[in-house]
């Protein structure tokens, strides 16, 4: 059931909404196997009605089951929002869909979190990779000779005086 607000129930005072949100109910699909969603989305916000729109405020977290980029070694990450805001027009060409006096959040809440993901996700910091098995074959490649001086170009260049 997405995460739905009564526009009736904004009339008088602001709503509080806890809880969670399935990890179906969000429809993201990463398509990428290094990032997983590992469960489900959790809030706690406050939605209040103003003037022309919606202010929703409060956080948002969600775990992530990540794969290493660089050591492949799988890990838990946690997106988190907070604080979390959002203005939702009930007026103009940005204004979202009112469906039954109720408008879903669902679509604010599911852009923010996947601007969060992250683009290369390393378990630590410094993940120095994959070990090389000892005595197997090293991947680096080596140069031939001692590195280039430079060329004739860089030569002239450095010559001149700023």
Known sequence: MP???NLRHLEANSVRLEGELPVSELD???QDDIIQLAHPLEYNLEVEKLEGGVLIQGRLSLDL???CVR???TFEYRVELDPWTSLLPLEGEDAVEVVNDCIDLTPTIRED??????????CQRDCRGLRS???GKSKT???SGPPEEGSPA???LNKLKF
């Open 3 to 5: 995460l739905l607000v």
């Open 28 to 30: 993201i699909d990463p």
């Open 65 to 67: 089951e990540c794969q």
């Open 71 to 73: 050591c492949l070694k």
């Open 113 to 122: 979190i996947l601007l969060e993901f992250p683009q290369h996700p390393l």
């Open 133 to 135: 098995a000892p005595g």
């Open 141 to 143: 490649v080596s140069s």
């Open 154 to 156: 860089w030569k002239e």
